[in-house]
């Protein structure tokens, strides 16, 4: 059973930075792609950034290219989102997913999640 353990959240000032951390067990594919997501409550999921490990593709939203950066530890199962220049706009509560294939920013894609961390960024 895929377990992702998201950690990192909190609140930090504009311009201020974070690290989130998704620890993951249990994936039984040997390619597949494991993705940030974020979530504004009553608004849609949004694909933030997303990394293929098969291939080492990874996705980045418009919204945070230049500030965020995924990478993976694999002797740790962990993956790593670093958020830098933060804006008000970033808060919402993100989760970590994880499905069986290449990269993609849709949410429905992913059938695997954790249960979310918040981050709140004020102005």
């Known amino acids: 059973q895929v377990q992702l353990v998201e950690s990192g959240g909190g609140l ?8 989130l951390s998704c620890v993951a067990s249990g994936l039984p594919w040997d390619y597949y792609a494991i993705a940030w997501f974020r979530q504004v409550s009553g608004k849609q999921r949004e694909g933030v950034s997303c990394l293929s490990v098969g291939d ?51 949410s429905a894609d992913f059938g695997s999640w954790g249960q979310g961390t918040q981050v709140t960024v004020s102005s």
Do not use: H, W
């Open 12 to 19: 930090v000032q504009s311009g201020g930075s974070l690290r």
């Open 56 to 106: 080492q593709k990874t996705y980045y939203a418009d919204s945070v290219k230049g500030r965020f950066a995924i990478s993976r530890d694999n002797a740790k199962n962990t993956l790593y989102l670093q958020m830098t220049s933060l804006k008000p706009e970033d808060t919402a509560v993100y989760f970590c997913a994880a499905r069986r294939g290449t990269l993609t920013k849709r």
